[in-house]
């Protein structure tokens, strides 16, 4: 089964990028889809966005305009960019792979591995 | 937008069974699915497609979904069941999360 190990800067001041990687070990090419989770702090999980191994990215509409998902070609590994970020961006980064399809006529999406987060803290 | 309705806690005796559940409009039209999250922990799947288990996860753990409800049902509760639980479904191409259940084992 894949593992996901991340890694990232922790400390950022508002309007810098906040920049996080996921390394992939075992089993990519058996994962169609990565994506990155974020949990604000004390709340839920708020999905940020996904790409595929073709590269094909979706974004979460709120964070859209300030999000970019890269892979890598060998899918080794894949990264998270949010531009301009402010306190409101505080929260622990998830990365995922994720499994999608048709099920019952409903198309489904889950995340069934994830790394162990980083936490990221947007502070002058 | 599509939203998702946990309650914030449930709490269940040691050994007995206890009920989270997720509503949402018709939400029977989709796949659900369940994650378990620890303190300071990621989060871990523990149902998808409304009721299927990933392997390792106990036979306790069983899903169902019908009209506005989905429910997570957890048999003869142990302490280590102790966490949040989190409903998700897919939506206008987004992932969404409901916001989270507690369960305490008393």
């Known amino acids: 089964q894949v593992q996901l190990q991340q890694w990232g800067a922790g400390l950022l001041k508002p309007s810098e990028t906040l920049s996080l990687t996921c390394g992939v070990y075992?089993?990519?090419?058996?994962?169609?889809?990565w994506s990155w989770i974020r949990q604000l702090p004390g709340k839920g999980l708020e999905w940020i966005g996904q790409?595929?191994?073709?590269?094909?990215?979706n974004y979460n509409p709120s964070l859209k305009s300030r999000v970019t998902i890269s892979v890598d070609t060998s899918e080794t590994q894949f990264s998270l960019r949010l531009s301009s970020v402010t306190a409101a961006d505080t929260a622990v980064y998830f990365c995922?792979?994720?499994?999608?399809?048709?099920?019952?006529?409903?198309?489904?999406?889950?995340?069934?591995?994830w790394g162990k987060g980083t936490t990221v803290t947007v502070s002058s | 937008s599509y939203e998702l309705t946990q309650p914030l806690s449930v709490s269940v005796a040691l050994g007995q069974t206890a009920r989270v559940t997720c509503g949402g409009n018709?939400?029977?039209?989709?796949?659900v699915h369940w994650y378990q999250q620890k303190t300071g922990q990621a989060p871990v799947l523990v149902i998808y497609?409304?009721?299927n288990r990933p392997s390792g996860i106990p036979e306790r753990f069983s899903g169902s979904n019908s009209g506005n409800t989905a429910t997570l049902t957890i048999s003869r509760a142990q302490a280590g069941d102790e966490a949040d639980y989190f409903c998700?479904?897919?939506?206008?191409?987004?992932?969404?999360f409901g916001g989270g259940t507690k369960l305490t084992v008393l």
């Open positions: 497609r409304d009721d």
């Open positions: 790409i595929n191994h073709s590269g094909s990215t």
């Open positions: 018709n939400i029977g039209n989709k796949n």
């Open positions: 995922a792979s994720a499994s999608s399809g048709w099920h019952s006529s409903f198309y489904y999406y889950y995340m069934d591995v």
């Open positions: 998700q479904v897919w939506d206008a191409s987004t992932a969404l």
């Open positions: 075992g089993g990519s090419s058996s994962v169609y889809y």
